[in-house]
C-alpha cells in the first residue's frame, strides 16, 4: 500500500468530515444546524492537530534514526591513564571477575591469583594469539608441551640449584624479608653544612612515588634530631645490594622503622617438593621456576621428528614457580605465573651470525605486542649491557612498559649462545649437537630466546584497554582491547525482552554466534544501559534486534562499535563475515 503524507491525509480528512456535515444539516431541523457546523469545526480543527503533532513526531522520529547512525560525539579524555592507579586496576579486575585473590574465603594467599570468568577467557585469548603468531603462522617455529617437575639433575645442569636467587634481607624485629634490591636508602644531609642525621629506606616505585616516601621519612629524621624545617640535599638512592655493614646498621627498617635489617644474603628461589612414597634427600624434587629448560633437554627428540633444520624455533607456554621473597604489584610479580617462550636454535658464529637473528626477533616481539593492543607510547626498551648480563648472555633487550607503577620489564630477548645445550650436554652424557647437511659438519646450535609473561601481558594489555570519554556530555570509563584478544565479543540485545518474535529472531543469532566466539546475551535493561554494561568489560560490538528486524524486509540488525559508539545496520546474514574480518582480520 502506498504511504499517504500527513498534509495529503490532512485534506482528506476535513473533505469527509465536511461532506458528513452537509448530509447531517440535510436532513436535521432548523434549530439544530447551527450546533451541527460548530461541532464539524472543532473536528476538523482536532484533526488538524493531531495530524500536525504526528507529522512533527514523524520527522523527529526520522532525525532520531539519522543522530543514531551515526552515534553520539565522542570527546576522549586523554590523560586518564596519567592519573590511573594501581589500585584502580585492581579494584577494576576484582569488581568485573576478570582476577580474584586466591583463596580469599581463607583471607588470600601472598602471591597467587586467579583468574575469574572474564579473565580466563582474555588470558587464553592472549595465549592463543600468541600461538598464532609464533607457532602455526611459521613455517620454522614447533610447539612443545613439557612436564612442570623433571628430573632434579635438570637444574643442576642448568646452574638454577646453585644460582638462582634473590638477594634477600631480613628484619630482625619483625621477621619480614624483602629482596634488597627492591629498598633503596638514602641519607638525610643538611643542605647547610652535609650534617649527615641518618637515612629513609623506601620501596621500589615511581621516581614521583619514592620521593614522596622519602620526603615523610626525612621529616621523621628532622623532627626526632630537632631539626625540623632545616633543608636538607637531595635524595642520593641506593638499592641495598650495594651499602656496607656501616650504613646498614643507620638504615631503619620498613617493618620496624628501626635499624634492625640483616645484611643481604642469597635466598634460592626454586619450590621443592618430594617425589614418591619417601620423604628424604632422594625423593627431592622442584617445580620448574622456567619453561626454558623443558625445551632443551627435549632439543634432540623435537628436532629429530619434526625433521627441522637449524635455524628453527621450539615453543612452550607452560606454568613456573618462584618462591619470591616479596611478591607485589598484583600479577606482575608472583609465585606462580605463566610463560610463552621459544628457543630459537642458530648457527655458532660471531656477532656476525647472530646480531641479525636477534634484532629479527625484537622487531617480530614488538609487532606482536602492538598488533594485540599494547600501547606504543607506553612500550620502551632496556638494553642490557655489561655486568647487567648473564654470565653466558651475547646480548639482551628487554621490552619494557609503564605500568601505573613505573616502568618495568615485559619480555626479554637474548641471545643466549650455546650455555644451556652445552651445560646439558655434559650433565646428562648425552649429545645435543646437530648435524648440518650443507657444511658437512656437527655443532652445538646457539640460541635466541624471546620470553614474555602471560601474566605480565595481561596486565599490560588492561592498563593498554583502560580509557575515558565524554559520550553526549556523560563520563564513560571502559575497556578498549583489541577485539582479538578481548574476553567477550560481541553482546546480542533483544530490544525488548517480552516480545517473543524479538527475543526469538535474537536467540537463533546469538547461539550463531556462540559456535565461533564468546559471546554474552543480554536482555534486562534500557538499551543504553546495556550498551554501556558491555563498554566496561571492553565487548568491542553490540548487536541490537528490534522491530525493523522482524518486520521488514532484508531482517537488518543494528551492530554498534564501542569505540565510536557508532551504528550500522546489516542483514543478519552478513553479521558474520562483517564480524569475522573485525575480530579474526580475515
Avoid at 484533526?47 to 553520539?72: L, N, Q, V, Y
Avoid at 614474555?452 to 580509557?467: E, F, M, N, T
Avoid at 537488518?556 to 575480530?583: A, G
Wanted: aromatic letters at 10%.
Amino acid at each position: 500500500m502506498p504511504r499517504v503524507s500527513p498534509s495529503a491525509l490532512l485534506l482528506l480528512t476535513a473533505s469527509a468530515l465536511s461532506t458528513d456535515t452537509m448530509f447531517a444539516a440535510a436532513f436535521a431541523p432548523r434549530s439544530a444546524a447551527p450546533s451541527l457546523a460548530r461541532n464539524a469545526a472543532a473536528r476538523v480543527a482536532s484533526t488538524i492537530r493531531m495530524s500536525t503533532t504526528e507529522a512533527e513526531s514523524s520527522a523527529e522520529e526520522k532525525k532520531e534514526e539519522k543522530e543514531e547512525a551515526k552515534g553520539p560525539a565522542v570527546e576522549p579524555v586523554p590523560d586518564a591513564y596519567e592519573k590511573l592507579k594501581m589500585d584502580d586496576v585492581v579494584s577494576l579486575c576484582k569488581r568485573r571477575g576478570i582476577i580474584f585473590p586466591s583463596s580469599e574465603i581463607y583471607n588470600g594467599f601472598a602471591g597467587f591469583y586467579d583468574y575469574g570468568p572474564l579473565g580466563s577467557e582474555l588470558k587464553r585469548n592472549v595465549k592463543d594469539a600468541w600461538w598464532r603468531n609464533f607457532v602455526q603462522g611459521r613455517e620454522d617455529v614447533v610447539g612443545l608441551d613439557s612436564s612442570i617437575i623433571h628430573n632434579p639433575t635438570t637444574w643442576k645442569s642448568s646452574g638454577h640449584l646453585d644460582g638462582f636467587s634473590d638477594p634477600m634481607v631480613d628484619c630482625k624485629e619483625t621477621k619480614l624479608r624483602y629482596r634488597a634490591d627492591q629498598l633503596f636508602c638514602a641519607p638525610v644531609n643538611l643542605a647547610e653544612d652535609g650534617t649527615n642525621l641518618g637515612y629513609v629506606c623506601v620501596h621500589e616505585s615511581t621516581d614521583e612515588q619514592m620521593m614522596k616516601d622519602a620526603k615523610k621519612m626525612a621529616k621523621k629524621v628532622l623532627k626526632e634530631a630537632d631539626k625540623k624545617g632545616e633543608k636538607i640535599e637531595p635524595f642520593l638512592f641506593k638499592d641495598l645490594t650495594e651499602v656496607d655493614e656501616d650504613v646498614m646498621t643507620q638504615v631503619p627498617s620498613p617493618g620496624s622503622g628501626k635499624p634492625t635489617l640483616t645484611m643481604p644474603r642469597d635466598f634460592n628461589l626454586m619450590f621443592q617438593t618430594n617425589v614418591g612414597a619417601m620423604s628424604d634427600a632422594s625423593s627431592v624434587a622442584y617445580l620448574r621456576p622456567e619453561t626454558a629448560q623443558g625445551i632443551f633437554i627435549n632439543f634432540k627428540n623435537a628436532q629429530g621428528t619434526s625433521r627441522a633444520k637449524v635455524p628453527f624455533g621450539i615453543a612452550q607456554i607452560g606454568k613456573a614457580f618462584r618462591n619470591e621473597i616479596t611478591p607485589r604489584n598484583f600479577i606482575f610479580r608472583s609465585r606462580e605465573f605463566e610463560q610463552m617462550e621459544v628457543e630459537y636454535f642458530i648457527p655458532p658464529g660471531g656477532e656476525e651470525v647472530w646480531k641479525p637473528y636477534h634484532e629479527k626477533w625484537l622487531e617480530d616481539s614488538k609487532n606482536f605486542l602492538v598488533s594485540v593492543g599494547l600501547r606504543d607510547d607506553l612500550m620502551g626498551w632496556d638494553v642490557h649491557e655489561g655486568d647487567s648480563l648473564a654470565h653466558y648472555a651475547l646480548a639482551c633487550t628487554d621490552v619494557t612498559f609503564r605500568f601505573p607503577f613505573g616502568e618495568q620489564e615485559l619480555m626479554g630477548i637474548a641471545a643466549r649462545g650455546d650455555f644451556d645445550l652445552t651445560q646439558h650436554s655434559e650433565g646428562s652424557g648425552k649429545a645435543l649437537d646437530y648435524y648440518c647437511d650443507q657444511a658437512k659438519e656437527k655443532y652445538i646450535p646457539h640460541c635466541i630466546e624471546p620470553s614474555l609473561g602471560v601474566d605480565r601481558l595481561v596486565l599490560a594489555l588492561i592498563c593498554s584497554a583502560y580509557a575515558e570519554d565524554i559520550v553526549d556530555g556523560e563520563k564513560r570509563s571502559y575497556l578498549k582491547f583489541h577485539p582479538s584478544v578481548a574476553p567477550v565479543k560481541v553482546s546480542v540485545l533483544p530490544l525488548l525482552k517480552n516480545k517473543p518474535a524479538l527475543v526469538s529472531v535474537a536467540r537463533e543469532l546469538f547461539e550463531k554466534l556462540q559456535r565461533r566466539w564468546n559471546v554474552q546475551w543480554d536482555a534486562s535493561g534500557a538499551i543504553g544501559r546495556r550498551y554501556r554494561r558491555a563498554d566496561e568489560v571492553g565487548t568491542p560490538f553490540c548487536i541490537t534486534v528490534d522491530f525493523d528486524t522482524i518486520e521488514k524486509e532484508g531482517k537488518t540488525v543494528t551492530i554498534r562499535d564501542r569505540d565510536t559508539t557508532e551504528q550500522i545496520r546489516l542483514p543478519m546474514d552478513e553479521v558474520i563475515p562483517y564480524l569475522s574480518e573485525k575480530i579474526d582480520g580475515y
